[in-house]
């Protein structure tokens, strides 16, 4: 795939208009690799029912090109997601289900999601935006560190078979409470 020759555009995904099942094909390949490797991540092998669960709450963006959705992610606006000490803090925005097809992964379509994704997490009032990953996944946490995600915590979630990492990234300095590392 050439992503040079295509147009690319990126959105919020329309429940009325794009087709979920789509969306889950895009995070079961995007997370295949991952699951090749022997780490169990939910969107390796979710249903679209799961899918649509997980996006509910969420804002879903995504990157279309010649009418397929080719890489997503989901932002959940702070006090959204609970399910860690860190999320949970308030300010905390939190990002997940990010996944870009194998073949428009080095593209540039991850970063633009992503920066969607904190634009999205400063105008909801976000201080810090959050997210996980297996922590031997060393070239997911290399590509987070590398747009200025730190670490901040260990979890292990019951729904996988591996430890995982919090990265957060801080937007803006919160003044009414206090985010604590």
């Known amino acids: 795939m050439n992503p040079v020759s295509h147009h690319i555009e990126y959105r919020e995904f329309d429940p009325a208009a794009d087709r979920i099942d789509q969306l889950t094909q895009v995070l079961n390949l995007a997370y295949k690799q991952l699951a090749d490797m022997g780490l169990y991540y939910v969107a390796a092998s979710q249903g679209s ?11 879903c963006f995504i990157a279309v ?6 890489g997503t992610i ?24 990010f996944g870009i097809l194998p073949s428009w992964q080095g593209s540039g379509v991850g970063g633009t999601l992503l920066e969607m994704a904190e634009r999205a997490a400063e105008k909801s009032g976000a201080c810090e935006l959050a997210l996980d990953t297996a922590e031997t996944a060393d070239h997911l946490i290399d590509y987070y560190q590398k747009r200025g995600y730190r670490f901040v915590a260990q979890t292990n979630w019951e729904a996988t078979n591996y430890r995982s990492v919090i990265l957060s990234k801080k937007l803006r300095d919160f003044h009414n409470g206090s985010v604590k590392d």
């Open 49 to 59: 029912d799961v899918t649509l669960k997980r996006i509910q709450h969420a804002r």
């Open 65 to 70: 090109a010649d009418g397929g959705i080719i």
């Open 74 to 97: 989901s932002y959940y606006k702070p006090g959204t997601k609970t399910d860690c000490r860190w999320y949970s803090q308030p300010g905390v925005g939190v990002v997940g289900q």
